[in-house]
């Protein structure tokens, strides 16, 4: 596609419930990030793939959070039993290989989880 | 404990002026050195890059300097716009360690009146 695509841009949930959030990455990009950015915060980290290495999830913040990428493009981001403090700007964004780091991001428009 | 910091939430600073955006980071792996712009309702988009290697970067209206003994970094658009208002993240990574992701400050908003 034409940019990194998130989906949905808005979703409103209740606290207990799991919500899905999916992402499709620029065509021909191997490296996916997740990242999240809460009120008055910068962006933080959640989980990076690379091609078909194990995942970097160093930055999620408990068991409750996972994610998967299938077929090496599309990205589903899962939270289960959400909790309010879940509330954020979850943005996705893919580079060409993303290998050594630093690779200029490609970020989609995100999509704002709320809590209630 | 944050490796990238962005001391300043806001600045605010006339048209044709300087802005000048400051950002300090801590780890010393750090040999690269981005900056993303994000407006309200969209993704941060690249702005400008600088390795280690260079203290200076140009491209346009936006300037990059890199004072690695200090760890500081500071963004200088010049002269600055309307449309330059936005939330400005400081970004740095690791490049010599495969496959880390980059690391973002808390970001600065600023504000070009005309």
């Known amino acids: 596609g034409a940019g990194v695509s998130q989906s949905p841009s808005n979703k409103v949930t209740e606290k207990g419930k799991d919500v899905e959030l999916r992402c499709d990455p620029i065509?021909?990009?191997?490296?996916l990030y997740w990242y999240r950015q809460s009120l008055g915060q910068g962006l933080e980290f959640l989980i990076y793939?690379?091609?078909?290495?194990?995942?970097?999830k160093s930055g999620l913040p408990s068991d409750r959070f996972s994610a998967e990428r299938t077929g090496g493009s599309v990205s589903t981001l899962t939270i289960q039993r959400t909790q309010q403090e879940d509330s954020a700007v979850y943005l996705c964004?893919?580079?060409?290989?993303?290998?050594?780091?630093?690779?200029?991001?490609?970020f989609g428009s995100g999509t704002q989880l709320s809590v209630l | 404990d944050q490796q990238v910091k962005q001391n300043s939430p806001s600045l605010s600073v006339q048209e044709g002026r300087i802005s000048i955006l400051n950002c300090d980071y801590t780890?010393?792996?750090?040999?690269?050195f981005l900056w993303y712009k994000k407006y309200p309702a969209e993704g941060p988009t690249f702005l400008i890059s600088?390795?280690?290697?260079?203290d200076k970067n140009e491209d346009g209206r936006f300037t990059v300097f890199l004072n690695k003994s200090a760890k500081h970094l500071s963004l200088h658009i010049v002269p600055s716009q309307p449309g330059d208002s936005a939330v400005y993240f400081c970004?740095?990574?690791?490049?010599?360690?495969?496959?880390?992701?980059?690391?973002f400050g808390k970001g600065t908003t600023l504000s070009v009146s005309s």
């Open positions: 964004a893919s580079s060409l290989s993303g290998g050594r780091g630093g690779e200029k991001l490609f």
């Open positions: 065509s021909g990009h191997t490296a």
């Open positions: 793939f690379q091609g078909n290495s194990a995942p970097d």
């Open positions: 780890n010393s792996m750090f040999d690269y």
């Open positions: 600088i390795s280690s290697i260079k």
């Open positions: 970004a740095a990574s690791a490049r010599s360690q495969a496959g880390t992701a980059l690391i």
